[in-house]
């Protein structure tokens, strides 16, 4: 591996410099909120938001690298978005050249944890900014690192800025919005081509390997894939055979330019009789209603109460389970919607308005012990006069093609 940086590269490009990609307004009104003062930054996501898009490609995958650990900071000041910066890699040279990065205030010399961090103090500091409530991510920051920010901002308290920057992504903008229908039409698109090329005799494990190639031709970092297969509950790749007569459940995240699509669609291996129609139609039923009063201004938690009154009505009900979450460059992400949700979280937004630009993932299946596994998961756009929804295709019962 080479770290050279030669002549014969394309002169710098500077046009993003000094445009911050985010509203800085927001963001200091959440810090006022939360009275921090300054943040550090380290959770990749974030910077990612932060910075427009960037995560530097090298670390993508892992960050361990050596004996330690890839962990760029973004830095900013209260009411001072000019002044912030960026700490990384010798590497991330490249990217400064191509214009990545709409900050000028560059330290790119580090490659162990505990030199991000003093560098990332001694650049807050240099900003003034090394006093008051800094705010870190606690859950995104490891230990040596955060005992050189406790001796090198002596005058400063690290209190943890997690729920802040988490709000500050809920209202995504429509370049964020084109983003997420384009990812969730992908994943559907990708599970179709599934579908159509596989039927009976194929494996779990098979189906997962080919929805991962199908949604990386579409330009999608597959992520994850639940599967089930008739009424085999465990969701995990393994050599279950997908026999004659059985349903198919596909659940996938795949991620495009940062986001996710995260959708489930169903699939039988012949046309599907009348018990199978009905069932399905009652999961579509609940799903249906869970959309149905989605606007600005509606309370969070009333998307539970339109389900669940759909769901009173279905005789499978006492087999049905409703969710709903937020979905954006991580999947439950803001809106908080629900306190039972997996992973758990406080159910912030249950009792507050919605708002234009929030994106909401709501699931229904039904656990049913002799047809199978049965589910929809579908992606929702709260905008400016009610709600779209993204990948709405695909979704009764799809036959095997192959």
Not at 52 to 66: E, L, N, S, V
Not at 269 to 280: A, F, G, K, M
Request: net charge negative; proline share 4%.
């Amino acid at each position: 591996m080479s770290f050279a940086f030669s002549e014969g590269n394309p002169p710098e490009d500077t046009s993003r410099l000094h445009k911050p990609p985010f509203d800085t307004d927001r963001l200091d009104r959440l810090m006022e909120e939360a009275q921090l003062d300054a943040l550090l930054v380290t959770s990749k996501h974030s910077i990612q938001y932060l910075l427009g898009g960037y995560r530097f490609f090298f670390y993508d995958y892992m960050d361990a690298h050596g004996l330690s650990r890839y962990l760029p900071f973004f830095v900013y000041v209260k009411g001072r978005p000019r002044d912030s910066g960026y700490v990384g890699v010798p590497m991330e040279r490249y990217e400064k050249q191509l214009g990545s990065f709409w900050v000028s205030n560059l330290n790119l010399k580090n490659f162990q944890s505990q030199g991000f961090a003093a560098a990332a103090a001694d650049m807050l500091k240099g900003i003034n900014g090394g006093r008051g409530r800094v705010g870190i991510e606690q859950g995104f920051m490891p230990i040596d690192a955060y005992r050189v920010l406790e001796e090198q901002l002596p005058d400063a308290q690290l209190q943890d800025a997690t729920f802040t920057l988490e709000l500050l992504r809920a209202l995504k903008t429509p370049e964020e919005l084109v983003i997420l229908r384009e990812a969730s039409e992908k994943v559907v698109d990708a599970m179709m081509a599934v579908i159509a090329s596989h039927g009976p005799g194929v494996t779990k494990r098979a189906l997962f390997e080919a929805l991962r190639q199908e949604e990386t031709k579409r330009g999608l970092k597959f992520e994850y894939a639940l599967t089930n297969i008739g009424t085999a509950f465990n969701r995990a790749p393994y050599d279950k055979i997908w026999e004659k007569g059985e349903t198919l459940a596909l659940d996938s995240g795949g991620n495009y330019k940062g986001y996710i699509g995260d959708l489930c669609r169903m699939a039988y291996t012949s046309e599907p009789d009348q018990e199978l129609i009905d069932l399905l139609g009652q999961v579509e039923e609940v799903q249906q209603a869970g959309r149905s009063g989605l606007k600005p201004g509606a309370i969070g938690g009333d998307i539970f109460e339109w389900a669940n009154a759909a769901l009173a009505k279905c005789s499978e009900r006492k087999r049905m389970f409703f969710s709903a979450h937020g979905m954006g460059i991580v999947s439950h992400e803001a809106p908080w919607l629900m306190s039972t949700a997996v992973p758990t979280y406080p159910a912030y937004h249950a009792d507050r308005p919605l708002e234009e630009g929030m994106v909401i993932s709501i699931e229904t299946e039904l656990h049913h012990t002799e047809r199978g596994f049965i589910k929809l998961e579908d992606t929702i756009a709260i905008t400016a006069d009610g709600w779209e929804a993204y990948g709405d295709t695909g979704r009764g019962w799809n036959v095997a093609g192959g």
